[in-house]
């Protein structure tokens, strides 16, 4: 009996009846075979997968008893059926989980004891790791451990200290508080943290007015001032300083992201030593483009879509969103689309709420697209990895992303209609028929194929747009030859020097060492103009010349999708998949890259006032 097959349990007694090879259905005594299943004693709130269990065991019971053999260990048994009930038996599922206890432990316990200078940073990371998922395991269903016990206490404790009192101030009271802590919160992480040459008062009061400039300018450019909540900007900003303190001024944080990002790296890497090097192993020292990054990427598309059939990703997904919905009070589909981000990026991030896209309120399209142009897609973390930026630095932008887009998508576009899942989280990954898949490895060659178009499509928009980029720029440097324009090394009028004139003021109230503002300026407008790949890899040839805190400060300023290119994408992806909408996502959409850039560069802010560089 295959899962794919449908069983009726017997009532007592009867014979249960089977769904027909051929695909016909068979009745009993002339009852509807679907009235048959439900009127069944399964309880409603199980999922579907494990009714389908049960009625297959019962199913395998009752051969059994049909051919005279009570007995679960008789000889007769056909071994399908006796492995079929073992598998399924609670026996099986404590060995497959105390398995996995060891498994973890085993892994842990040396991670703990070792003494290696190279490796003893790890201990942190590992020990978080490990008793996630053992308590996980152990509290999954109050299996084993009893959640309801730990989940009062914790309800008491929560209502005693903070939910009652809080509960009991009246509106102006709980937003006065607010304020406050925030304002604590920023002025503290000024002033409060110990200086160094490099981050001193001076500089920090910098980026504070930078950072002020950034979302004062949000503020004034609302659509709806009156409909701002204060709840999601103070959280937002507040998160943003949190995440910041987190990663530059304690150890566990610093070494916990630290090790993410190596063993992101190791990971993706493996897109490059194996499966590229067993094509092109002679090139694979020259770092081409097409031969390194995009191995790497379609690797790691095609991770993903294997995880995504496992449950993995859906579960992290899900479990994340919950609590910027409850936190935020946004909608189920925004933080679906707010924390999957970071992990699989843009245009795809969309598809996990597909069914509900073409009803999205103005607000929640907004919210979509700007979440999209705020953070990179871990599909394109090892190509910026692999060229020498920092790995850290990248995954705590991204992170800190998440609230910044938040807070600064309802700040320039608060919602004012009622959304349709609001109140609710749901994710839902629609496919193609041709993409679905039956097993794991099908899943990973159905990705692989997708990576593949995801490859296909980075290669053809970063060739295409650099080379408009270089005709248009072969246009200005005639014309500024013409009028005597250079830059201050002699060089061509171009458009990247053009926008990184306009942007060295902002680029300046970032925090970045006066000499070199024009050259991180026009590094974020080559970002905008053409891509944050191309920004990256001009910034590692000149990171050596630049100041550390100017490093810094540009990492997270060019750490997200907000570029020209990626306006055309998300327009194209969005208006697939809510074709009658287009007309409005093309008129957010320009306003959304905009609050996109200035998220990368509030994040830049910061790091320029907590980091010690």
Same mark, same amino acid.
């Given at each position: 009996?295959?899962?794919?097959?449908?069983?009726?349990?017997?009532?007592?007694?009867?014979?249960?009846?089977?769904?027909?090879?051929?695909?016909?259905?068979?009745?009993?005594?002339?009852?509807?075979?679907?009235?048959?299943?439900?009127?069944?004693?399964?309880?409603?709130?199980?999922?579907?997968?494990?009714?389908?269990?049960?009625?297959?065991?019962?199913?395998?019971?009752?051969?059994?008893?049909?051919?005279?053999?009570?007995?679960?260990?008789?000889?007769?048994?056909?071994?399908?059926?006796?492995?079929?009930?073992?598998?399924?038996?609670?026996?099986?599922?404590?060995?497959?989980?105390?398995?996995?206890?060891?498994?973890?432990?085993?892994?842990?316990?040396?991670?703990?004891?070792?003494?290696?200078?190279?490796?003893?940073?790890?201990?942190?990371?590992?020990?978080?790791?490990?008793?996630?998922?053992?308590?996980?395991?152990?509290?999954?269903?109050?299996?084993?451990?009893?959640?309801?016990?730990?989940?009062?206490?914790?309800?008491?404790?929560?209502?005693?200290?903070?939910?009652?009192?809080?509960?009991?101030?009246?509106?102006?009271?709980?937003?006065?508080?607010?304020?406050?802590?925030?304002?604590?919160?920023?002025?503290?992480?000024?002033?409060?943290?110990?200086?160094?040459?490099?981050?001193?008062?001076?500089?920090?009061?910098?980026?504070?007015?930078?950072?002020?400039?950034?979302?004062?300018?949000?503020?004034?450019?609302?659509?709806?001032?009156?409909?701002?909540?204060?709840?999601?900007?103070?959280?937002?900003?507040?998160?943003?300083?949190?995440?910041?303190?987190?990663?530059?001024?304690?150890?566990?944080?610093?070494?916990?992201?630290?090790?993410?990002?190596?063993?992101?790296?190791?990971?993706?890497?493996?897109? /490059?030593?194996?499966?590229?090097?067993?094509?092109?192993?002679?090139?694979?020292?020259?770092?081409?483009?097409?031969?390194?990054?995009?191995?790497?990427?379609?690797?790691?598309?095609?991770?993903?879509?294997?995880?995504?059939?496992?449950?993995?990703?859906?579960?992290?997904?899900?479990?994340?969103?919950?609590?910027?919905?409850?936190?935020?009070?946004?909608?189920?589909?925004?933080?679906?689309?707010?924390?999957?981000?970071?992990?699989?990026?843009?245009?795809?991030?969309?598809?996990?709420?597909?069914?509900?896209?073409?009803?999205?309120?103005?607000?929640?399209?907004?919210?979509?697209?700007?979440?999209?142009?705020?953070?990179?897609?871990?599909?394109?973390?090892?190509?910026?990895?692999?060229?020498?930026?920092?790995?850290?630095?990248?995954?705590?932008?991204?992170?800190?992303?998440?609230?910044?887009?938040?807070?600064?998508?309802?700040?320039?576009?608060?919602?004012?209609?009622?959304?349709?899942?609001?109140?609710?989280?749901?994710?839902?990954?629609?496919?193609?028929?041709?993409?679905?898949?039956?097993?794991?490895?099908?899943?990973?060659?159905?990705?692989?194929?997708?990576?593949?178009?995801?490859?296909?499509?980075?290669?053809?928009?970063?060739?295409?747009? /650099?080379?408009?980029?270089?005709?248009?720029?072969?246009?200005?440097?005639?014309?500024?030859?013409?009028?005597?324009?250079?830059?201050?090394?002699?060089?061509?009028?171009?458009?990247?020097?053009?926008?990184?004139?306009?942007?060295?003021?902002?680029?300046?109230?970032?925090?970045?060492?006066?000499?070199?503002?024009?050259?991180?300026?026009?590094?974020?407008?080559?970002? /905008?103009?053409?891509?944050?790949?191309?920004?990256?890899?001009?910034?590692?040839?000149?990171?050596?010349?630049?100041?550390?805190?100017?490093?810094?400060?540009?990492?997270?300023?060019?750490?997200?999708?907000?570029?020209?290119?990626?306006?055309?994408?998300?327009?194209?992806?969005?208006?697939?998949?809510?074709?009658?909408?287009?007309?409005?996502? /093309?008129?957010?959409?320009?306003?959304?890259?905009?609050?996109?850039?200035?998220?990368?560069?509030?994040?830049?802010?910061?790091?320029?006032?907590?980091?010690?560089?």
């Amino acid at each position: 009996m295959n899962f794919d097959e449908l069983a009726v349990l017997p009532q007592s007694g009867e014979k249960p009846t089977e769904k027909a090879d051929h695909g016909s259905s068979s009745s009993h005594d002339g009852v509807d075979e679907k009235q048959t299943y439900h009127n069944q004693s399964i309880p409603s709130q199980e999922p579907a997968r494990e009714r389908i269990n049960d009625i297959d065991i019962e199913a395998a019971k009752w051969r059994r008893r049909e051919n005279g053999e009570d007995d679960d260990d008789s000889p007769n048994t056909p071994w399908k059926d006796k492995l079929l009930v073992f598998f399924h038996s609670r026996y099986a599922v404590w060995i497959r989980d105390f398995g996995l206890i060891l498994l973890i432990l085993g892994w842990w316990i040396p991670a703990i004891i070792n003494d290696t200078p190279k490796v003893r940073h790890r201990w942190i990371p590992s020990t978080i790791f490990s008793w996630f998922f053992i308590l996980l395991i152990l509290f999954h269903k109050s299996r084993y451990i009893p959640q309801r016990p730990f989940a009062r206490v914790f309800a008491t404790a929560w209502n005693a200290v903070l939910g009652k009192p809080w509960s009991m101030l009246p509106y102006a009271g709980k937003l006065s508080a607010g304020w406050i802590a925030l304002t604590a919160l920023v002025f503290g992480s000024t002033y409060g943290l110990p200086t160094t040459p490099t981050s001193n008062y001076g500089n920090r009061t910098i980026s504070l007015v930078g950072l002020l400039l950034i979302y004062g300018g949000m503020f004034l450019a609302s659509s709806n001032h009156r409909a701002i909540k204060a709840r999601t900007t103070i959280l937002g900003i507040g998160f943003q300083f949190i995440i910041a303190l987190f990663v530059f001024r304690t150890g566990a944080g610093s070494s916990f992201f630290t090790w993410i990002s190596t063993a992101a790296f190791d990971l993706l890497n493996q897109g /490059v030593i194996g499966g590229a090097a067993f094509f092109w192993n002679d090139l694979i020292s020259e770092h081409y483009f097409f031969i390194n990054t995009l191995s790497s990427i379609i690797f790691f598309v095609a991770l993903c879509v294997a995880l995504f059939y496992l449950g993995v990703l859906t579960w992290v997904i899900k479990k994340a969103a919950w609590f910027f919905h409850k936190t935020f009070d946004i909608s189920g589909a925004e933080a679906v689309v707010a924390v999957a981000s970071p992990f699989i990026g843009q245009g795809e991030n969309v598809v996990l709420v597909r069914p509900y896209a073409r009803l999205f309120t103005r607000a929640e399209f907004h919210q979509v697209l700007v979440s999209g142009f705020a953070t990179i897609a871990g599909s394109v973390l090892s190509a910026y990895i692999s060229i020498g930026v920092n790995g850290r630095d990248l995954i705590t932008s991204s992170v800190m992303s998440i609230p910044a887009s938040i807070a600064a998508s309802k700040l320039v576009y608060p919602e004012t209609q009622e959304a349709e899942t609001a109140g609710q989280l749901s994710i839902e990954r629609e496919e193609q028929e041709e993409e679905r898949a039956n097993d794991a490895l099908h899943a990973l060659s159905n990705g692989a194929w997708f990576g593949l178009r995801v490859a296909g499509l980075i290669f053809c928009n970063v060739l295409v747009i /650099v080379s408009l980029v270089y005709a248009i720029n072969g246009i200005l440097a005639y014309i500024g030859n013409a009028w005597y324009i250079t830059d201050d090394n002699g060089g061509p009028l171009s458009l990247d020097l053009i926008i990184g004139y306009i942007l060295w003021p902002l680029t300046f109230m970032l925090g970045v060492p006066r000499k070199d503002v024009l050259t991180v300026s026009q590094l974020i407008a080559t970002k /905008v103009v053409q891509n944050e790949f191309v920004a990256y890899s001009q910034f590692i040839k000149i990171q050596q010349d630049l100041d550390p805190r100017a490093v810094k400060i540009v990492t997270y300023a060019l750490c997200g999708f907000g570029n020209l290119g990626s306006l055309g994408i998300n327009i194209g992806v969005m208006s697939a998949i809510a074709p009658k909408r287009k007309m409005e996502i /093309v008129r957010l959409a320009p306003s959304a890259l905009i609050t996109g850039v200035f998220v990368t560069l509030s994040s830049a802010a910061i790091a320029g006032i907590v980091s010690a560089d």
